[in-house]
């Protein structure tokens, strides 16, 4: 038999709820949880993974959540778990799937917590790889990428400095990045305190959504996640699924090589549902950028912060194209003074 503990979530501090949508963070009673999952029935599961087995469910208020069960490997009491606890409260923001709340299931005979359940916000499983290289559906736009991977580096911004201390490594994959209704960008996995298992996988230096051996690049945290911007960034681009990590190496010199020739060269590589949209200079600076993401040595890897105001750039240069080539293509019907 398993009881539920209570603990009390006050010290959450006001300036860490992102998003005035999403209500406070707060402790949730096991029943609750079991209520929201039809006692996590089958139907409601939607995966497992580094982080857990993850349910959706429905409040008694009509609110959706997802659910993530994380089995604890050691035992110890729900006290040594309040740091954590308290981290995960404060990942609120407009570009995560934000955490909700947590509860903790514990072992009635000496108050161990055997599992911890993080409840988060749920968004639609539509993810940005099914918008930009899947095989069925309408692809986005050239203008709705470069929104998309903005939106995908400040949410990387902040895990990295929006919290103390900051979380890197995240092991970022495009399938994880979620889009609302809105085509708002949500990424949906990171490197969550509490998961053992995503904290060995990562020192083992496995990387689920590229197959192959990348050790070389769990060495500096920060350009570990700039690494996988950039592998975002080339699928956003090319409009191609990129499965394997020896692709990586190859796309990138043909973008690098690409860069230097003449713009109908590069279109010639550009995914063929943007590559008329897209302004050559907006074009060229995804392209730089996604290049220096990517590249072998960590010390040429830009910033977070550089990469995000290369692609504010870009999504500046782009409108600007947009505007003038409309300007360009309207012709106002002959007065009577001309006929």
Known sequence: MVILYYLFAGYISETMKMGASLPP????????????????????????GPHGQIYKGVLSDGMHISIRGLKMR??????????HVEMISKLRHS?????????FECNQDDSCVNSVFLIFEFVPNRSLRSC???????????????AATIGVVKGIQFLHTGIVPGLYSNNLKITDIVLDNNLNVKISSYNL??????????????????????????KGEDKNDV????????????????MFHNEVGTLKDLLHVSIK?????????????VHKECSDESLMTMMEICVRCLSDDLTERPSVEDILWNLQFAAQVQNSW????????????PSSRDT
Request: charged share 25%; glycine share 6%; proline share 5%.
């Open 193 to 218: 305190p509490l998961s053992s298992e995503n904290k060995r996988m990562i020192s083992n230096g496995t990387y689920p959504g590229l197959k192959g051996n990348v050790q070389a690049r769990i």
């Open 74 to 83: 050691k035992r110890h009491s729900p006290q040594t778990y309040m740091h």
């Open 132 to 146: 930009v290289s899947g095989s069925s559906g309408e692809k986005i736009s050239w203008t709705q990428r470069i």
């Open 95 to 103: 570009h995560l799937v934000s955490a909700l709340g947590h509860a």
């Open 227 to 242: 690494y996988d911007i950039g592998v975002i960034l080339l699928e956003i681009i090319l409009g191609r699924p990129i």
């Open 261 to 273: 020739t003449d713009d109908i060269a590069r279109r010639s590589i550009v995914d063929p549902a």
């Open 25 to 48: 963070y707060r402790t949730f009673a096991l029943d609750e949880l079991k209520e929201a999952t039809n006692n996590f029935d089958s139907s409601c599961f939607i995966s497992e």
């Open 322 to 333: 947009k505007r003038d080539s409309s300007d360009h293509s309207y012709s106002p019907a």
